[in-house]
């Protein structure tokens, strides 16, 4: 069973800057992808920013520029450095990974969220 624990988010005003982190843990082989995801009220949940293992990024266009991705192989964690914040960044953001555990089975799994609230 693999467990994603997620860390950061909180209250800031527009123009701040927060950090989001996830640790992945449990019974890993290898990770494929990570990713962050966020769910604003009344809205849809929505990709944010994904990496590759290997390091390739991809950004939704809404935070392009503002947000940056990264993860730690070793540690098995992402993160996400959210800039320039916004009113309209306020949401539950999820943290995803595309686990392969150690009877090599592949499994999607996800975090439990972390709210962010951007003040204006």
């Known amino acids: 069973q693999v467990q994603l624990v997620e860390s950061g988010g909180g209250l800031v005003q527009a123009g701040g800057s927060l950090g989001l982190s996830c640790a992945a843990s449990g019974s890993i082989f290898r990770i494929r992808a990570m990713g962050w995801y966020r769910q604003a009220p009344g809205k849809q949940r929505e990709l944010v920013a994904t990496?590759?293992?290997?390091?390739?990024?991809y950004y939704a266009d809404s935070v392009k520029g503002r947000f940056t991705i990264s993860r730690d192989n070793a540690k098995n964690t992402v993160y996400l450095q959210m800039n320039s914040l916004k009113p309209e960044d306020t949401a539950v953001y999820y943290c995803?990974?595309?686990?392969?555990?150690?009877?090599?089975?592949?499994?999607?799994?996800w975090g439990q969220g972390t709210q962010v609230t951007v003040s204006s």
């Open positions: 990496i590759t293992s290997g390091g390739s990024t």
């Open positions: 995803n990974a595309d686990v392969q555990d150690r009877n090599y089975y592949w499994t999607s799994g």
